[in-house]
């Protein structure tokens, strides 16, 4: 649990540390996230890397690295930003019943506010997770955010929640958490 929660904290310092470098601020003036002429609609493609963390009822907490790929398409109305998006993460997360989660597939719907070159986001689906024993398909909802470094890549981070019924044989409710890292391609 310690790593988990240094990679939160990591994510958080990552995210101040960026701030002023997204600011548009002129002496003397409060800053401004949004620089005119930036538009988050179109298609995106890139990597994840991060960390996931088993936690299931009755059972020790499991974790392990995990990374992927997403695919996704956003459409910017202006201050809202909508969009869906699907992500495979691979993985090798231990359950205590002998198995392991070998991957989580995601299906997601997005809704931001576009600060200008930073998107902020609440993101919910639907999640499979492939184990060595079994399958199971659960909810998946979490946070997120995504900065425009150029008008054709974006670097951010997102924090995921996923709630299986039985996860790995474990024959109880099973949650999943995951923190990563993310570059995508915009296009």
């Not at 960026?18 to 990597?47: C, F, I, K, N």
């Not at 992927?68 to 992500?87: K, M, P, R, S, W």
């Not at 495979?88 to 392991?100: F, N, R």
């Amino acid at each position: 649990m310690t790593r988990f929660a240094f990679a939160i904290a990591l994510t958080a310092t990552a995210i101040v540390a960026a701030a002023p470098l997204m600011a548009q601020d002129a002496p003397g003036t409060a800053p401004q996230l949004r620089e005119t002429g930036t538009s988050w609609t179109g298609g995106y493609a890139g990597v994840q890397l991060g960390y996931g963390l088993l936690d299931s009822t009755g059972n020790p907490d499991e974790d392990a690295a995990l990374g992927g790929v997403h695919l996704g398409y956003n459409h910017d109305f202006g201050d809202v930003v909508l969009g869906a998006e699907l992500d495979y993460d691979l993985t090798d997360i231990d359950t205590s019943s002998g198995g392991s989660i070998d991957s989580i597939a995601r299906l997601k719907l997005r809704a931001g506010y576009d600060f200008g070159l930073v998107l902020g986001y609440v993101t919910a689906g639907i999640a499979q997770a492939d184990t060595s024993i079994d399958n199971d398909t659960g909810a998946t909802y979490g946070i997120g955010f995504a900065y425009q470094v150029s008008p054709d890549f974006t670097i951010g981070g997102e924090y995921l929640q996923h709630d299986f019924d039985s996860v790995g044989g474990l024959g109880a409710d099973s949650d999943v958490s995951t923190i990563t890292l993310r570059g995508s391609i915009r296009f």
